[in-house]
Nanobody, 123 residues
Framework: VQLVESGGGLVQAGGSLRLSCAAS????????MGWFRQAPGKEREFVAA????????RYADSVKGRFTISRDSAKNTVYLQMSSLKPEDTAVYYC?????????????????WGQGTQVTVSS
């Protein structure tokens, strides 16, 4: 299984970015997909998750109403649309896959991880 994130970069506060996670190596219909982030000196934290089937979408309180998780089954890609970005959103963002899971908020529940993509929000 391979998960490859892209779309990170430098953006001003209030701006938007869309992260992509290209998944390959197996059929992902039995997986939930999650986005996590990790800022320097901090633990990895949950951002958003959804079942590949499209249900059970959930978000961290800190991003609710600003971020949207979605997927394109034809492209085997999961997206994280981020809007109204804040400096505190600055982190490395990771995509992860959870086999037969609900889309957990716990990093330890996930079986596969991407390499991460840097998002930096300037004030």
């Amino acid at each position: 299984v391979q998960l490859v994130e892209s779309g990170g970069g430098l953006v001003q506060a209030g701006g938007s970015l869309r992260l992509s996670c290209a998944a390959s190596g197996r059929t992902f219909s039995s997986y939930a997909m999650g986005w996590f982030r990790q800022a320097p000196g901090k633990e990895r934290e949950f951002v958003a998750a959804m079942r590949w089937s499209g249900g059970n979408t959930r978000y961290a309180d800190s991003v609710k109403g600003r971020f949207t998780i979605s997927r394109d089954s034809a492209k085997n890609t999961v997206y994280l649309q981020m809007s109204s970005l804040k400096p505190e959103d600055t982190a490395v963002y990771y995509c992860a896959a959870e086999y037969r899971g609900p889309g957990s908020s716990l990093p330890s529940s996930y079986d596969y991880w991407g390499q991460g993509t840097q998002v930096t929000v300037s004030s």
